[in-house]
């Protein structure tokens, strides 16, 4: 859920240039929480004779991380090495993660954020009177971003928090489907999917995390 206070605008057309496509926008802004998502579809991709469709879609994406790190308040929190003792439970995580804590004034859901750009296009064509198929690339960052936008990279006992070793971790992420869907009966439909992620070095910056 988004924390406090959320306002939102979205935009949708359905016939944008006059040509069928489709065009949504859609802007969340929370106090820790934010969303930007923006797609457009093209239904027939270039006067295509097969009508191949088109789909891009581009989504910006930063949620608080208190979910993840955060932890039970009868745990005990033990503080940062070279820090004093005591402060509670927003103190130690706040100085954690760089953030200001629950106990420094602050509150945990500022502590560390999750921060996720994500890119993708689709393209699906007919294949018969009762089958379609579809193709898509999809890549992704992640970030773990401190109380002040800076990135982290470990926390301050060193444990990662990135598992690339950079500053964020990449994902490049291939998938097709298939839906069989009988004329006769168009409320049944049937969909075979197969996604795979590209191995290193295709992904720049990626390491062995990305072979699991």
Not at 106 to 133: K, M, Q, Y
Request: net charge negative; proline share 7%.
């Amino acid at each position: 859920a988004l924390p406090g206070f959320v306002g939102s605008f979205s935009y949708s057309e359905k016939n944008f240039r006059g040509l069928n496509q489709k065009l949504s926008a859609l802007v969340e802004l929370g106090q820790v929480d934010k969303i930007f998502r923006v797609q457009h579809t093209d239904p027939w991709l270039l006067g295509d004779r097969h009508r191949t469709s088109r789909t891009l879609q581009l989504l910006n994406n930063r949620a608080s991380g208190a979910s993840i790190h955060g932890r039970a308040e009868t745990e005990d929190v033990p503080p940062p090495p070279g820090s004093a003792a005591g402060g509670g439970l927003g103190s130690g995580l706040g100085a954690m993660f760089g953030g200001t804590g629950a106990g420094a004034g602050g509150s945990e859901s500022d502590d560390v954020v999750i921060g996720r750009l994500i890119g993708g296009v689709e393209f699906r064509r007919p294949l018969s009177a009762a089958w379609s198929g579809s193709t898509g690339l999809s890549w992704q960052r992640v970030t773990c971003l401190g109380a002040h936008g800076t990135r982290l990279a470990t926390d301050c006992y060193g444990a990662p928090l990135v598992f690339s070793g950079g500053e964020a971790d990449h994902s490049l992420v291939v998938a097709g489907s298939a839906t069989y869907s009988p004329p006769a009966d168009p409320d049944t439909s049937v969909l075979l999917s197969l996604e795979a992620g590209i191995p290193p070095p295709a992904v720049p910056g990626a390491g062995d995390w990305l072979r699991l």
